[in-house]
């Protein structure tokens, strides 16, 4: 059954829409206005609040967490210091990713998972006849993201950490008032931000004391269509270590080259005006982000799809993430993709380019 998220009595009240998505076995805010375009702004001028409750949390801890933490994930995890966090996948034998998510390092036999599907299962498998305690905390474990230029400023006002020196991809323990949270300087907007992890029982006082101290900043409830719609702008991964579930497959399909790549497009706007001028219509764009499997042809053949897209405000065109078969991952290669207009299945160009589509320098300063 689903289930309001420990903000939900905050988040509901503001929800002007009832504009509710399912994440995971909750529900959270698909966006609070009718339209997210000033909920994605937020994340680009000033700040956003976001619930990111929904995460799958798990906690390694014990002489062999990091033995075992390092077996799953694909990422060198002897390399995380204490306090430091990683982005990474995890994969299955034959090397096809499984999930990914974050790993922190809260202390130096104590790790923090995260993940957007259940993996407590695959993860137990992995740890039998280590010792290692597995934790799942994903309902005791409340996380909010403040993203956005303002974002640090906020936080400066309430809590007692030093934010300056808190470098990207760490976190610190620190009190907001008189609340015990964990801030990483994380998130999935490719901007300046963080995340702040706290107990679930104070979820509501975190709540009022970031939106109390944020009212001068412009700070906004934001839902997951605008983080959506920031995400496709952004971000990629590496494999960097000896060994881990699935290594032997993923180097055997590197000595033979890779099939598949993960790429971006820039669909051209001429493209798409001829396809619609053809109906007598203007370009109809996609204001919120899609998710479908969306076929990509050269010369009519299919060479790989997109799986999520969206008409980018701020770099004014429309963009959208492809998996495209070898050679047609190639930067600078034109794709046609599908575009349906009217009920026709027409295609539209579009140019392989390199990810993320957006880079700004004061994510990571």
């Avoid at 959270?28 to 937020?42: I, T």
Wanted: charged share 25%.
């Amino acid at each position: 059954m689903l289930q309001g998220t420990p903000f939900h009595p905050r988040t509901a009240a503001l929800c002007q829409g009832r504009n509710w998505r399912r994440w995971s076995k909750y529900v959270v805010a698909g966006s609070y206005e009718l339209s997210p375009e000033r909920e994605y702004w937020a994340i680009r001028n000033s700040a956003a609040l976001l619930d990111v409750t929904p995460l799958y949390k798990y906690l390694f801890s014990g002489r062999d967490a990091a033995r075992v933490v390092n077996r799953i994930v694909t990422r060198n995890v002897e390399k995380c210091a204490v306090h430091q966090v990683m982005y990474t996948p995890w994969c299955n034998e034959h090397g096809q990713v499984l999930d990914d998510g974050t790993v922190a390092r809260l202390d130096e036999n104590v790790f923090r998972v995260t993940s957007a599907d259940p993996n407590y299962r695959w993860f137990c498998e992995n740890a039998y006849g280590f010792d290692v305690h597995l934790q799942d905390v994903s309902d005791t474990t409340a996380a909010l993201a403040l993203q956005g230029p303002l974002s640090r400023e906020i936080l400066k006002q309430s809590a007692d950490a030093n934010l300056d020196a808190l470098g990207y991809f760490r976190l610190t323990p620190a009190r907001l008032r008189n609340i015990r949270v964990t801030i990483s300087r994380t998130g999935y907007t490719g901007d300046l931000g963080y995340e702040i992890w706290c107990e679930a029982q104070d979820a509501l006082a975190l709540w009022d004391t970031l939106m109390e101290v944020g009212d001068a900043y412009g700070i906004t409830p934001t839902g997951i269509l605008a983080l959506d719609m920031a995400r496709i702008e952004a971000g990629l991964i590496l494999i960097d270590k000896e060994n881990f579930v699935g290594k032997r497959a993923l180097v055997q399909e590197k000595q033979r080259g890779f099939e598949w790549q993960f790429m971006g497009l820039d669909v051209e706007w001429e493209s798409l005006e001829e396809i619609y001028a053809r109906k007598g219509l203007h370009p109809q764009l996609p204001m919120t982000a899609w998710r479908a499997s969306t076929p990509l042809y050269v010369e009519n053949k299919q060479v790989g799809y997109a799986s999520s897209g969206v008409w980018s405000p701020l770099l004014k065109k429309y963009i959208a993430l492809a998996h495209l078969r070898k050679p047609h991952f190639e930067p600078g290669y034109w794709v046609d993709m599908e575009v349906t207009v009217e009920h026709e299945r027409q295609t539209a160009r579009a140019r392989v380019v390199k990810l993320p589509f957006l880079e700004l320098e004061r994510k990571r300063k």
